[in-house]
């Protein structure tokens, strides 16, 4: 939560990349891969 916080505050933007679905689901935005076809997923 802290480095959300952060990362909001200073208006940047953080590109995380895990299997976590828990944790991706903290993200304000999410991209899916599916045999090799990106999908953008509005948190």
């Known amino acids: 939560q802290v480095l ?3 990362v909001q ?3 940047t933007t953080l590109l995380l990349v895990t299997h976590d679905m828990k944790v ?3 993200c304000s935005h999410i991209f899916t891969m599916e045999g090799g076809v ?3 997923h509005a948190a």
């Open 4 to 6: 959300h916080d952060r």
């Open 9 to 11: 505050e200073s208006g």
């Open 24 to 26: 991706a689901r903290s």
């Open 38 to 40: 990106l999908y953008d």
